[in-house]
């Protein structure tokens, strides 16, 4: 545990809130400026968070500023120091990799800053690095130790081959991965993705994540990828390699299974809620309860364009047809003429927090939401209002953490 910052750090580092809230992204984009000068440290991160939508550099202008605001209590921020540290590990991010990000922050609040970045600043914000640093770095050992000691479990990167590829929809084709060296795998926890990492011609190094979409097992993990027209600073690259040219005997790199959004055991009620391909999280909590306790109330409730971005409709009716506490609600937004109600779909619409209120039990479920950001932030909000806890609420959506239940978050 890093040394308590001091009493004067503190005070400076809260005098920079207002600084903060009208310069942080500017702040944030220059540290990547300076930090991708290198390609090395380029290499480490997930670059479709880097593109038009600049969604990474806002995430960490708002992580800043509310590590700022909270620096006398770090309490509320434990949830996402966690959310860091398993997506740094997801990424293979070592010790050795903070100080440059180090040097790259505290050069860009000198440039954005100027003048009145004054030495003191810039030390008071260098010590609040290295403390929050230490307690990523430590929390990351524990989580690389810990992986590496597990039947089947390693650190860092390593072989896979694609197995089998499956068409679930128009749009989704699921990867059968296993480990190129023959051997075991950990098994994840379900919900949790893996980092994915690729070496394209003309491309470089690109790394991605993906959910696994099964249930856990020792022997593969399966993805299950939605081909993007657009993916950040590089248009759909990943997306359509994989949908174009992964077939079966290709060989990628995986890191092993990180994240916290994961199905809690027990025998509580839960009512799983996805929005196009944001099921596949889901879907593998699914098929692990299914399987280890098939009377657990459990409710599916997917919405999606219409039957041909449906993607395993028929895997859930199966599962449905041998766990009883299952129970299937399906939305299409604009069904086909040959999408057949009460058999494909069950309603048209949108899934709204109204509906989940009526047909789901909010009152003692735990709620786990997976899907595109607006279909979060609606339903996040919907579900607050109707007085569902925030602790049994959950939520995953795929880029750099933000504040869909309005929390103040780190970014990784």
């Known amino acids: 545990m890093p040394a308590p910052l001091s009493p004067e750090t503190r005070a400076l580092v809260k005098a920079t809130v207002p600084a903060l809230e009208a310069h942080g992204l500017a702040i944030t984009r220059r540290m990547y400026e300076r930090l991708f ?125 694609v197995a089998a590829v499956t068409p679930e929809s128009e749009t989704i084709r699921s990867f059968t991965l296993i480990p190129t060296d023959g051997g075991p795998v950990v098994p994840h926890r379900p919900g949790q993705y893996l980092g994915l990492r690729l070496d394209l011609p003309e491309r470089g190094v690109l790394k991605r994540n993906y959910s696994v979409s099964c249930a856990p097992n020792a022997r593969s993990y399966r993805i299950s990828v939605k081909c993007e027209a657009g993916d950040g600073a590089a248009p759909g690259v990943v997306s359509n390699w994989l949908h174009d040219g992964a077939g079966p005997g290709t060989v990628v790199a995986l890191a092993p299974p990180s994240g916290e959004f994961v199905l809690e055991e027990g025998a509580g009620p839960v009512v799983l809620v996805s929005g196009g391909v944001g099921l596949t999280p889901l879907l593998s909590m699914l098929e692990a309860s299914a399987a280890a306790a098939p009377d657990r109330p459990v409710w599916w409730v997917h919405a999606t364009r219409d039957g041909a971005t449906h993607a395993f ?3 859930v009716r199966a599962l449905a047809a041998v766990a009883p506490g299952l129970r299937r609600h399906v939305v299409y937004e604009a069904p086909r003429p040959q999408d057949r109600a009460g058999h494909d779909y069950d309603a048209v619409g949108r899934i709204d927090a109204e509906w989940l209120a009526r047909h789901t039990p909010l009152a003692e479920a735990t709620v786990y939401l997976c899907g595109p950001r607006p279909f979060l932030h609606a339903l996040a909000g919907g579900l607050l209002a109707r007085g569902v806890p925030a602790a049994r609420l959950r939520h995953e959506f795929f880029g750099p953490a933000d504040e869909v239940l309005g929390e103040p978050a780190l970014a990784a």
């Not at 440290?41 to 670059?47: I, S, V």
């Not at 505290?106 to 260098?126: H, K, M, N, S």
């Not at 590496?148 to 390693?154: K, S």
Request: charged content about 25%; proline content about 5%.
């Open 313 to 315: 409709g028929e895997r």
């Open 37 to 161: 000068e290198s390609a090395a440290m380029r290499e480490l991160f997930n670059q479709s968070h880097h593109g038009e939508t600049g969604s990474q550099p806002k995430a960490l202008a708002a992580a800043v500023l509310a590590y700022a605001r909270h620096i006398d209590d770090l309490g509320p921020l434990v949830g996402a120091v966690e959310r860091i540290a398993h997506k740094h590990v997801a990424l293979d991010i070592r010790p050795e990799h903070y100080p440059f990000v180090a040097d790259a922050l505290l050069g860009a609040i000198g440039d954005v800053l100027g003048e009145a970045a004054t030495p003191e600043i810039r030390a008071a914000w260098g010590e609040s690095y290295w403390f929050l640093a230490e307690l990523l770095i430590g929390r990351e050992a524990a989580m690389y130790r810990d992986l590496a000691g597990q039947p089947g479990g390693w650190t860092g990167w390593r072989d896979f081959t």
